[in-house]
């Protein structure tokens, strides 16, 4: 029935981290380290604020833009956490950062027009681009580099062609971050093209020593940057699926077109568990958030210090909540890596080449799990290793 399906999807991989997630689940007892989501349940009175959205009968829809006391409190978020101004105009609550992602890349990109896109990266990006007709533009980024994208290396790609670029930071799957020095080196030579700035910033908040920059802050560049943020990560919201996007007014509205004819709007009950999350958090001055933050980092500094001394060089992550250790001593390629693990100790993770073709000799763990089980799973893959 191949010949009923478009070829442009046929041609797109599908995605290399549900491939072992999918063939661990099958599997009995496996530690699964595979995908980065919390293991920290969503706080109770953002569940009970859902309950009460559903008994009080909020099951219509929204705005396409979403709840306006939702859109007003990312607004104070957004102030408070990361010195951001915005208007409630200026925000649009999406399906998860996932669809902001790709209404971004639909909402700019003509056929044909290209988007940088620094690697490894988030599985999504490139397809999002290749979907809306465009040509996704690799730059590999280096462990010597501290997996930063660099103005050096920009340069080199950048044509007459160029539309957009993906920044991901905190990223994943490196756990590299931007340092404000770095930022605004990249901003001085961003400043003056007109080129669109999609900033993943998911893991804004899961960050460990020194807080994140956005690059939105920075006046010179900031009606064309395209801000994505949204509940999944910081907030344990993952299958709640909120996000939302920060952007100029003429940005946003074309988003808002293709959000209107394919999704119409987020789930009503999902929003106003958002705005508890909101509440919650901006109540006890963010608390929920630092201490699960703390919990990540006991984990990191665990996994980062245990890969280390099995003699897998392992580059320090800064955000979000994996590491990115490289495997060539092994003599094994990324995927050989994985699937001898995991069918030798049942541990999953995933190659590195899932986020890009430099991913190859890394393979990417999530720390987004329990310390019983990063403590099982460290033994485990030490035992791999020793092996090997």
């Known amino acids: ?77 957004l102030a408070n956490r990361f010195e951001l101004r915005y208007n409630i105009k200026d925000i649009l609550i999406t399906v998860g950062a996932s ?42 980024t280096k462990v010597e580099d501290n997996f930063v994208l660099t103005p050096e290396e920009l340069d080199k790609v950048i044509t007459p062609k160029t539309k957009a670029i993906i920044l991901p930071y905190p990223n994943n799957p490196t756990g590299a971050m931007m340092k404000r020095d770095e930022l605004s080196r990249l901003v001085n030579y961003l400043e003056d093209k007109e080129i669109v700035i999609i900033s993943d910033e998911i893991y804004a908040e899961l960050t460990y020593g020194s807080r994140h920059v956005s690059i939105a802050s920075y006046r010179s560049i900031k009606d064309k940057v395209i801000l994505i943020n949204g509940f999944s990560k910081a907030f344990a919201m993952t299958g709640w699926r909120v996000g939302f996007v920060a952007a100029n007014e003429d940005i946003l509205s074309a988003m808002t077109k293709i959000h209107q004819y394919t999704m119409l709007c987020a789930s009503t009950i999902s929003q106003m568990a958002a705005l508890e999350a909101l509440k919650l958090n901006a109540g006890n001055g963010y608390q929920t958030i630092e201490n699960m933050t703390s919990q990540y980092d006991m ?5 980062y210090k245990a890969f280390n001394e099995m003699g897998l060089t392992c ?30 100790q049942g541990v999953a993770i995933v190659p590195g080449t899932a986020f890009g073709e430099s991913g190859e000799g890394f393979v990417r763990c999530s720390y987004a799990a329990s310390m019983k089980n990063i403590d099982k799973a460290i033994a485990k893959i030490s035992q791999f290793v020793s092996k090997h």
């Open 1 to 77: 029935m191949k010949n009923y399906t478009s070829d442009l999807i046929n041609s797109i991989p599908p995605s290399g981290i549900r491939k072992f997630f999918d063939i661990a689940s099958e599997m009995k007892n496996v530690i699964s380290l595979s995908v980065g989501e919390p293991d920290f349940v969503t706080p109770w009175n953002v569940r009970e604020a859902a309950i009460m959205a559903i008994e009080r009968g909020m099951t219509h829809y929204t705005s396409n833009a979403g709840i306006s006391e939702l859109r007003e409190q990312i607004c104070i978020y």
């Open 99 to 140: 669809e902001a992602i790709d209404l971004a890349v639909r909402a700019v990109i003509n056929p044909g027009e290209e988007v940088i896109i620094p690697a490894p990266s988030y599985v999504s990006y490139a397809p999002c681009v290749t979907l809306a007709h465009g040509v996704p533009v690799v730059v590999n």
């Open 315 to 344: 580059f320090e992550p800064k955000g979000a909540f994996y590491l990115f250790p490289d495997i060539r001593k092994t003599g094994m390629t990324s995927e050989e890596f994985c699937t001898n693990l995991l069918y030798e």
């Open 299 to 303: 984990r990191r500094k665990k996994l």
